[in-house]
Every structure is written in structure tokens, then in C-alpha cells.
Nanobody, 123 residues
């Protein structure tokens, strides 16, 4: 089992940057592919980025490609999301999750979730 705790959210102006971190507990963290999702008010939770268990493969939603970078440190049991060139439409609660299913972008493929961290981008 994996427990996840996100941090690093906050309020930033459009064009600014934030770095989200997700701290994981449990010895099996390195076995899991990890992902970041976000959910804006009144909208469904959507895929943002994912990384394989080794860190060798990464995946991004088209809306964040070129602006966001996902990384992981299996020694520190952490996964990070560097967010640059932020836009007001990036405003949402961001969640990290551990995947045990096949579909990288599918919410249902992720077994463990953090509590989320709020990101607000002002125009």
C-alpha cells in the first residue's frame, strides 16, 4: 500500500511557475508508475502527466506539454511536477496518484491518491 501527500500548491500570477511535490510512504513506491491529475470546480478529474516506475518514460496531456515536467526520485520516494508558464485555466486541485492499471490517462487505473493541493493562477 502507498500513502501519498502533495505539497507546493499556491497562488501565482499567469506566466509564473510552481513546483508540486508528492511524498510517498511504503516500501513499494518504486514499483508503481505515478501520475498527476487535476480537477477544477464543476469539472471532471483530468489527466495531467505520468511517469513510469523507472522514470524512463513520461506522458503529458496536450494542454500542458512543453510547460510541465514530471520527475521522480525512488530513493526519496517522491514524485514532482514542475509547472512553468502557468495559465488561469491551470487553476485546479492537483492530485498525485499511484497506478496499478494499464491506461496511463485513466483515473480508474490509479489505485492510490493523495488529498490534493490547490493551484490558483490569477490573470
Amino acid at each position: 500500500q502507498v500513502q501519498l501527500v502533495e505539497s507546493g500548491g499556491g497562488l501565482v500570477q499567469a506566466g509564473g511557475s510552481l513546483r508540486l511535490s508528492c511524498a510517498a510512504s511504503g516500501r513499494t513506491f518504486s514499483r508503481y508508475a505515478m501520475g498527476w491529475f487535476r480537477q477544477a470546480p464543476g469539472k471532471e478529474r483530468e489527466f495531467v502527466a505520468a511517469i513510469s516506475w523507472s522514470g524512463g518514460s513520461t506522458y503529458y496531456a496536450d494542454s500542458v506539454k512543453g510547460r510541465f515536467t514530471i520527475s521522480r526520485d525512488n530513493v526519496k520516494n517522491a514524485v514532482n511536477l514542475q509547472m512553468n508558464s502557468l495559465r488561469p485555466e491551470d487553476t485546479a486541485v492537483y492530485y498525485c496518484a499511484a497506478r496499478n492499471g494499464d491506461r496511463v490517462v485513466d483515473v480508474a487505473a490509479y489505485a492510490y491518491w493523495g488529498q490534493g493541493t490547490q493551484v490558483t493562477v490569477s490573470s
